[in-house]
């Protein structure tokens, strides 16, 4: 559930809404700049793919190559709606059980082979069979059966309605050639064969990843540019330096320590900035099976006694805005924080609820914290000192990130601060974290209602319903002390040569936009 | 001196092997394994993935086992493969170790042309104007942070001197005029601390030496002062300086990971860092083990010098 490896680049924010905030903040043009062809894009990258599968990725280094490498059948647009990819159009039954894509006639994989359903059929067939132990196989069991009646058909019968169906397709389903697959014995590790707008021309480990554009792209007119290089600088502000003097064109900063360097570069037209909103939020998460945790009031009470603004600014830089589990960024889902009562700090409140819990005098506890995440761990530091007029110790332990995850998966943690999400439909954010015995509910969180609740939403096709559905829900965790607290949602920068156009940001699969983009 | 040699490489082995079983055990012993750190907190999957995974990446056996093989393959020179990346780890490491080496070579040479003659001078010159400002140079550059003066290099660099910043390591024999475009900073951020330690060690074991009878009886022969201070006097205080650097050497064999990240090096100490982080079993136990050898045998190169630098010093 946590979003610490984000997910391979392929999920996206659901919600027109979401894109009218991060159409405010993208770099006016001042006038349209015609598309051109050819050129070398340098991005600078933190650090180096480890896989140019997507099937089992689970970094952020790779998701970012496997966007222009690969498609799915469908995928997001700017406008976060589900728009065709290679799957020209699609059906989906009156119950919402079978689903029919038609594929675009002529695609062709990297290695000129044209692309079929049957091919289509092997990646899925891959992605769920157990021997590829893929970490996204749990998102396509209600697959029961997958058919392809001719070479541009394939057609995907569920056993049961699943709302997210369209959304786990776009970010998890991608199709390589089966024959290719097949000759490398399904060790595609630092090999590929996808039909992307980009083909793998080289990689030299922990130096850069180039890519050439595809000539036989299913687009007409696309790529724009010759080559795409990944520059690997893992230092933030060597990454600056290096946009400074041109050696690369487009970075991505998510500690916001740099925001103001970044934003000096955008003030001396060195570099456009996008600002954009986090899908992921902020939190400080509970082991409710745990005292004093396994009482809804004693995580209710340090709701109300955290300030979560104090936390934004001391934490995040005052770069981001206070959010619930749905953050601000998917708006269409959002429940304004003006509805969540623990959202104002009230200590007399907290100390009431804490005396019913039977915790008049406070307690003490651990917070797992990891540098790997800054902003987090300096949230448990304040946590640590906004509870204590409550008697409550907090004691920050800091946590190297492999045991920290060990902690994680084995639940031998108290609390724990850390970051959330990566997902763009409720469903995907929820159903595995909060319902009992979920996937990825690491904090043994079990609540009939809630279970209910994510049971019904799931298997609702009406938006409108599901929408009810999921505001019930996140008022519910906010106001009934539910195993998280959230704190807030970052915004990331996306710096970019003023030479490069026509690039279309796209939450969490932010790189797909430089398919489109040309350098002028 | 054969005699010598043989011996100190014979007892290098239990030495190795020590490493070897350290290696193995410390990274083993932390709490997460590479399939754990792979999933992140993403347990999507089942406990028969899990299961599956585990196989897959060998680490369902017992740990004895697991480190036979591991020792039995270094025996026969096969460092293994990188769990994670699947790239053979004497690949990964080959070309880390070259431009760790490089950077190390490169450092040494900047401190010891900075460092030596400096000291000399300001032990001639004690308590004069120029001695009082060299050392509070050296006590500078023992005092800043390397990955601070790096970072403020690359940022002066990118500002005034756009044309010397370079991000994209090139191999020396790609090109070595960008070669060294890459280098210059980081060894000179690696060899300006470095030439601190040095200055002050030089300095002190000279001012030990220059009072010394048999520089009294040189220059009395008429001897150039030059003369006396290069073959009489440095040349007896060099062996603490030569002591100094080959432990310098070996520390920075194991790779500056704090410069490498700051220049965007691809050196043995990002590599080791992130594998550790991932897990990377065999890498991990691989590149101790080689850099371990790798100290030894600068090890026995420094006591050698000795025997060249004194001809006093005699090992049998």
């Known amino acids: 559930m946590i979003g610490i490896f984000r997910s391979s680049g392929r999920i996206a924010l659901i919600g027109a809404l979401a894109v009218a905030a991060l159409l405010g903040t993208l770099p006016a043009q001042a006038h349209p700049v015609a598309a051109a062809n050819g050129g070398t894009l340098t991005i600078g990258m933190t650090s180096d793919a480890l896989t140019l599968d997507p099937t089992v990725t689970t970094d952020e280094a790779s998701g ?19 728009v065709p990819d290679l799957a020209s159009r699609w059906t989906i039954s009156g119950d ?59 057609v995907m019968k569920l056993s049961q309605p699943y709302a997210p169906f369209l959304a786990v397709i776009a970010s998890f389903l991608t199709v390589s050639s089966a024959k290719f697959v097949a000759a490398h014995k399904g060790k595609l590790t630092r090999v590929e064969d996808g039909t992307g707008p980009f083909m793998l021309k080289s990689w030299v480990p922990n130096t850069a990843i180039t890519l050439v554009r595809n000539p036989h792209y299913f687009l007409a ?88 603004n104090e936390i934004l600014q001391a934490a995040g830089r005052g770069q981001g805005v206070i959010s619930g589990l749905l953050t601000p960024a998917l708006q269409s889902w959002t429940v304004p924080i003006s509805e969540y009562a623990p959202y104002k700090v009230n200590l007399a409140k907290a100390r009431a609820l804490l005396k019913q819990a039977g915790y008049p005098n406070g307690f003490s506890f651990d917070i797992m914290a990891s540098h790997y995440l800054p902003s987090d761990f300096t949230a448990a530091e304040i946590i640590q000192q906004q509870l204590k007029p409550l008697g409550i110790t907090a004691r920050v332990v800091p946590t190297e990130w492999g045991v920290y995850v060990h902690k994680w998966v084995v639940r031998d943690f108290d609390s724990f601060t850390g970051e959330n999400g990566d997902w763009t439909d409720p469903d995907l954010a929820m159903y595995a974290a909060l319902h009992t015995g979920g996937s990825t509910n690491a904090f043994q969180y079990s609540d009939p209602t809630v279970d209910r609740l994510l049971d019904q ?32 949602a970052s915004y990331w920068d996306y710096a970019m040569s003023p030479q490069l156009h026509g690039y279309t940001y796209i939450p969490r699969s932010s790189y797909q936009g430089l398919a489109e983009s040309w350098l002028q | 001196m054969r005699t010598y040699i ?62 036979l ?27 880390a170790l070259g431009v760790t080496a490089e950077l190390t070579v490169l450092a040494v040479l900047i401190a010891l042309l900075v460092a030596v003659p400096a000291g000399v001078w300001t032990a001639v010159r004690r308590n004069g104007p120029g001695d009082v400002a060299a050392r509070l140079l050296g006590l500078l550059g023992l005092s800043i942070p390397a990955f601070w003066l790096g970072t403020l290099l690359i940022l002066a660099v990118s500002i005034y001197l756009p044309w010397l910043s370079s991000f994209s390591f090139v191999p020396f024999l790609q090109s070595p005029a960008r070669n060294l475009e890459t280098m210059i900073l980081p060894a000179c951020t690696l060899g300006l601390g470095l030439a601190s330690i040095i200055l002050r060690l030089t300095r002190s074991a000279m001012l030990e030496v220059l009072h010394k009878d048999y520089l009294r009886t040189a220059r009395a022969k008429g001897l150039r002062g030059s ?28 790779g500056a990971v704090i410069i490498e990240n700051v220049f965007t090096l691809p050196g043995v100490g990002r590599l080791v860092v992130q594998a550790i982080e991932q897990r990377d079993y065999p ?19 420094v006591d050698l010098c000795y025997a060249w630098v004194d001809p006093r010093i005699r090992y049998s």
């Open chain 2, 227 to 254: 003369r006396v201070l290069a073959k009489h006097a440095l040349r007896n205080a060099l062996l603490p300086v030569i002591t100094i650097v080959g432990l310098q050497i070996g520390y920075l064999l194991g």
């Open chain 2, 6 to 67: 043989i011996s100190r490489l014979l007892l290098a082995v239990p030495t190795l092997f020590g490493v070897s079983v350290v290696a193995f055990l410390t990274i083993h012993l932390i709490p997460g394994n590479i399939v754990e750190v792979m999933l992140g907190t993403r347990t999507d999957v089942t406990p028969q993935q899990v299961a599956e995974l585990n196989r897959l990446y060998g680490i369902d056996t017992p740990l004895w086992r697991q480190y």
């Open chain 1, 96 to 154: 919402g059980k079978t689903y029919t894509f038609y594929l675009r006639p002529n695609v062709t994989f990297h290695d000129g082979s044209t692309m079929t359903s049957s091919d289509v059929a092997a990646s899925l067939a891959r992605l769920r069979d157990p021997k590829t132990a893929s970490p996204w196989a749990s998102f396509f069991t209600t697959v029961a059966s997958v058919s392809t009646p001719n070479a541009t058909t394939i």
């Open chain 2, 283 to 301: 890498l991990v136990q691989s590149v101790v083990f080689v850099v371990a050898a790798l100290v030894i045998v600068v090890n026995l190169l």
């Open chain 1, 221 to 308: 007119g696309l790529p724009h540019l010759d080559k795409v290089v990944y520059q690997i600088i893992p230092a933030d502000a060597s990454r600056i330096a290096a946009l400074r003097t041109g050696q690369i064109q487009f970075a991505a900063f998510l500690d916001p320590i740099y925001f103001p360097q970044v934003q000096q570069l955008q003030k001396a037209g060195q570099v456009n900035v996008l600002h954009v909103l986090d899908i992921n939020y902020h939190l400080l998460g509970f082991n409710t099976k745990r005292k004093p945790f396994n009482n809804p009031l004693v995580r209710l009470a340090l709701s109300y006694a955290i300030d979560r």
């Open chain 2, 69 to 95: 093989l591991w020792a039995g393959n270094i025996l026969h020179a096969d460092l293994g493969f990188s769990l994670r990346t699947g790239l053979p780890v004497v690949t990964l490491l080959g070309s």
């Open chain 1, 457 to 488: 939403a799931r298997t609702t096709t009406s938006t409108a319903q599901r929408k009810a559905l999921y505001d019930r829900l996140q008022l519910y965790l906010v106001n009934n002390g539910g195993p998280m607290i959230y704190t807030y």
């Open chain 1, 64 to 82: 970012p190559i496997e966007d222009l490498l690969f498609n799915s059948l469908v995928k997001f647009n700017a406008k976060v709606q589900i």
